[in-house]
Nanobody, 127 residues
Framework: QVQLVESGGGLVQAGGSLRLSCTAS????????SGWFRQAPGKEREFVAT????????AYADSVKGRFTISRDNTKNTVYLQIDSLKPEDTAAYYC????????????????????WGQGTQVTVSS
Protein backbone atom coordinates (compact mmCIF):
# COMPACT_ATOMS: atom_id res chain seq x y z
CA GLN A 1 0.00 0.00 0.00
CA VAL A 2 1.39 3.37 -1.04
CA GLN A 3 1.52 6.04 1.63
CA LEU A 4 2.81 9.60 1.64
CA VAL A 5 3.04 11.27 5.02
CA GLU A 6 3.72 15.00 5.33
CA SER A 7 5.00 16.73 8.42
CA GLY A 8 6.54 20.01 9.50
CA GLY A 9 3.64 22.40 9.17
CA GLY A 10 2.66 24.84 11.87
CA LEU A 11 1.90 28.40 12.88
CA VAL A 12 4.66 30.92 12.22
CA GLN A 13 5.03 34.66 12.01
CA ALA A 14 5.58 36.42 8.71
CA GLY A 15 9.23 36.27 7.76
CA GLY A 16 9.73 32.95 9.48
CA SER A 17 10.73 29.58 8.07
CA LEU A 18 9.48 26.02 8.03
CA ARG A 19 10.76 22.77 6.59
CA LEU A 20 8.13 20.40 5.33
CA SER A 21 8.89 16.71 4.88
CA CYS A 22 7.08 14.02 2.94
CA THR A 23 8.05 10.40 3.47
CA ALA A 24 6.87 7.73 1.08
CA SER A 25 6.36 4.01 1.58
CA UNK A 26 5.09 1.18 -0.57
CA UNK A 27 6.81 2.32 -3.76
CA UNK A 28 10.24 2.71 -5.35
CA UNK A 29 10.58 6.36 -4.45
CA UNK A 30 13.82 6.89 -6.32
CA UNK A 31 11.98 6.38 -9.62
CA UNK A 32 9.33 8.97 -8.84
CA UNK A 33 8.97 12.61 -9.78
CA SER A 34 7.66 14.47 -6.73
CA GLY A 35 5.88 17.73 -6.18
CA TRP A 36 4.39 20.03 -3.59
CA PHE A 37 1.03 21.71 -3.99
CA ARG A 38 -1.03 23.91 -1.69
CA GLN A 39 -4.65 24.77 -1.22
CA ALA A 40 -6.05 27.71 0.69
CA PRO A 41 -9.68 27.81 1.86
CA GLY A 42 -12.01 28.60 -1.02
CA LYS A 43 -9.26 28.31 -3.61
CA GLU A 44 -8.15 25.64 -6.03
CA ARG A 45 -5.12 23.49 -5.39
CA GLU A 46 -2.06 25.16 -6.89
CA PHE A 47 1.40 24.03 -7.90
CA VAL A 48 4.28 25.04 -5.63
CA ALA A 49 7.38 23.05 -6.63
CA THR A 50 8.52 19.87 -8.35
CA UNK A 51 11.70 17.81 -8.43
CA UNK A 52 12.82 15.02 -10.73
CA UNK A 53 13.74 11.67 -9.25
CA UNK A 54 17.42 12.34 -9.85
CA UNK A 55 17.10 15.69 -8.10
CA UNK A 56 18.79 17.40 -11.04
CA UNK A 57 15.67 19.20 -12.28
CA UNK A 58 13.40 21.48 -10.27
CA ALA A 59 10.72 24.05 -10.98
CA TYR A 60 8.81 26.54 -8.85
CA ALA A 61 5.69 28.63 -9.02
CA ASP A 62 6.51 32.28 -9.64
CA SER A 63 4.96 33.21 -6.30
CA VAL A 64 7.50 31.16 -4.34
CA LYS A 65 10.68 31.47 -6.39
CA GLY A 66 13.61 32.57 -4.28
CA ARG A 67 11.81 31.70 -1.03
CA PHE A 68 11.04 27.97 -1.34
CA THR A 69 13.50 25.16 -2.03
CA ILE A 70 12.56 21.61 -2.91
CA SER A 71 14.98 18.76 -2.34
CA ARG A 72 14.94 15.01 -1.84
CA ASP A 73 16.83 12.20 -0.17
CA ASN A 74 16.07 8.96 -1.99
CA THR A 75 17.89 6.93 0.67
CA LYS A 76 15.21 8.13 3.11
CA ASN A 77 12.29 8.06 0.65
CA THR A 78 11.71 11.68 1.55
CA VAL A 79 11.13 14.94 -0.28
CA TYR A 80 11.51 18.27 1.50
CA LEU A 81 10.22 21.79 1.05
CA GLN A 82 12.23 24.50 2.76
CA ILE A 83 10.05 27.58 3.12
CA ASP A 84 11.73 30.87 3.99
CA SER A 85 10.49 34.46 4.23
CA LEU A 86 6.96 33.27 4.84
CA LYS A 87 4.09 35.59 3.96
CA PRO A 88 0.47 35.52 5.16
CA GLU A 89 -0.57 34.57 1.61
CA ASP A 90 1.42 31.34 1.98
CA THR A 91 -1.18 30.13 4.46
CA ALA A 92 -2.61 26.88 3.10
CA ALA A 93 -2.67 23.13 3.43
CA TYR A 94 0.44 21.78 1.73
CA TYR A 95 0.32 18.44 -0.06
CA CYS A 96 3.08 16.31 -1.50
CA UNK A 97 2.49 14.13 -4.52
CA UNK A 98 4.47 11.62 -6.51
CA UNK A 99 4.31 9.63 -9.72
CA UNK A 100 6.61 7.09 -11.36
CA UNK A 101 8.63 8.69 -14.13
CA UNK A 102 10.52 7.16 -17.05
CA UNK A 103 13.19 9.86 -17.10
CA UNK A 104 15.47 11.02 -14.28
CA UNK A 105 14.88 14.65 -15.28
CA UNK A 106 11.11 14.70 -15.60
CA UNK A 107 9.35 17.45 -13.67
CA UNK A 108 5.57 17.92 -13.53
CA UNK A 109 3.48 20.91 -12.54
CA UNK A 110 -0.13 19.78 -12.97
CA UNK A 111 -2.07 18.00 -10.20
CA UNK A 112 -3.53 15.55 -12.70
CA UNK A 113 -0.01 14.34 -13.56
CA UNK A 114 0.40 12.81 -10.11
CA UNK A 115 -0.88 9.46 -8.90
CA UNK A 116 -0.23 9.46 -5.19
CA TRP A 117 -0.99 12.17 -2.64
CA GLY A 118 -0.38 12.77 1.03
CA GLN A 119 -2.99 13.93 3.51
CA GLY A 120 -1.58 17.43 3.79
CA THR A 121 0.06 19.54 6.47
CA GLN A 122 -1.24 22.97 7.48
CA VAL A 123 0.93 26.06 7.27
CA THR A 124 -0.47 29.20 8.86
CA VAL A 125 1.41 32.49 8.67
CA SER A 126 0.43 35.34 10.96
CA SER A 127 1.12 38.96 10.06
Amino acid sequence: QVQLVESGGGLVQAGGSLRLSCTASGLTFSWHTSGWFRQAPGKEREFVATISWSGSSTAYADSVKGRFTISRDNTKNTVYLQIDSLKPEDTAAYYCATVEATSPITILTQPNDYWYWGQGTQVTVSS
